[in-house]
């Protein structure tokens, strides 16, 4: 079964400062995406970034980009130039590319201090 | 302009009754899910749809129904509703069947009393 381990259930940061989130997962299977996505206090869950486990070049957009380790089972998310809008929980998903089966993390509550 | 909508936002109700939640989605997608994230926030995956087919069913007791008449709406009827069924409910499309970005609703707060 494949499984999204976030290890560090909050974290903080100060304004205009970068910060990592951890995200490992568990599969044998070859071909699949990983997803991270936001949830501000409004609950709105956001696409931040999408990998496809086949690109060996990690995504970025903006001031998000990811750090794809497919040996080791690892997809961090980096946020540099933190916004206070950056507040958010933020989960890592795991998908097969061929079914729609989405399994999630439990989530990194993630505080943007000013 | 909204993506997907879900009415209602928010739900109070007793134990026992029997509730539904809409979700619509104007993205012209092919596939629409239910998911269920609880007081943890850990957020799991309950049904999918595809072309009015039901194409996963995550073990969730069967007084959960999703019902789907058109390819753009797909709600979920809950009937003898329990305290353990209090969670916010999102519902989400995706373009494709296959592993795709999926688009989420707002979320309804279903609370049970």
């Known amino acids: 079964a494949q499984t999204v381990t976030q290890s560090q259930p909050e974290m903080s940061v100060q304004e205009a400062e970068t910060v990592t989130l951890s995200c490992t997962y568990d599969?044998?299977?070859?071909?699949?995406?990983l997803f991270w996505y936001k949830q501000p206090p409004s609950r709105q869950m956001i696409l931040v970034i999408r990998?496809?486990?086949?690109?060996?070049q990690n995504a970025t957009e903006n001031r998000f980009s990811v750090n794809f380790q497919k040996a080791a089972k690892s997809f961090s998310l980096k946020i540099s130039d933190s916004q206070l809008g950056d507040t958010a929980m933020y989960f890592c998903?795991?998908?097969?590319?061929?079914?729609?089966?989405?399994?999630f993390g439990a989530g990194t509550r993630l505080t943007v201090k000013p | 302009d909204t993506a997907v909508s879900q009415t209602p936002k928010y739900l109070v109700t007793q134990m026992g009754n029997d509730k539904s939640i809409k979700c619509e989605q104007n993205?012209?997608?092919?596939?629409m899910y239910w998911y269920k994230q609880d007081s943890k926030k850990f957020l799991k995956i309950m049904f999918s749809?595809?072309?009015?087919?039901?194409?996963i069913n995550e073990t969730v007791p069967n007084r959960f129904s999703p019902k789907s008449p058109d390819k753009a709406h797909l709600n979920l009827h809950i009937n003898s509703l329990e305290l353990g069924d209090s969670a916010v409910y999102f519902c989400?499309?995706?373009?494709?069947?296959?592993?795709?970005?999926?688009?989420f609703g707002p979320g309804t707060r279903l609370t049970v009393t």
């Open positions: 989400a499309s995706s373009l494709l069947a296959t592993a795709y970005e999926q688009y």
């Open positions: 599969t044998s299977e070859n071909n699949y995406y």
């Open positions: 990998q496809e486990a086949y690109k060996q």
């Open positions: 998903a795991y998908s097969l590319y061929n079914n729609n089966d989405m399994r």
């Open positions: 993205l012209g997608h092919d596939t």
């Open positions: 749809y595809n072309n009015k087919e039901l194409i």
